[in-house]
């Protein structure tokens, strides 16, 4: 396939779809385990950041795309710099 069969917005839901199914496994996956409360927080954390990405990805020229990019990089920092105690 050459990229002109994509459609004009094909790259926006090609990139978003993916984070998106990474932030439902980052939700399931811990609940599987039956992880404690704090894993669970830790993992929605995570999951909000792979939405804010994907939002980002999805709407790049919305008015708000800059916030997402931003609140999505703030929770993968906290996600590696606060001690979750697990």
Known sequence: MSPASFGARA???LGAVPLGAVAVVCIL???VRRASRMELLKSAL???A???WAANQ???DAP???LFNDLAIALFVADIVVP???
């Open 50 to 52: 792979f939405l804010f």
């Open 11 to 13: 790259h926006d839901m």
């Open 64 to 66: 708000r795309a800059t």
């Open 84 to 86: 979750w105690g697990t």
């Open 46 to 48: 995570l999951a909000a």
């Open 29 to 31: 996956q811990p609940l």
């Open 58 to 60: 999805l709407w790049p």
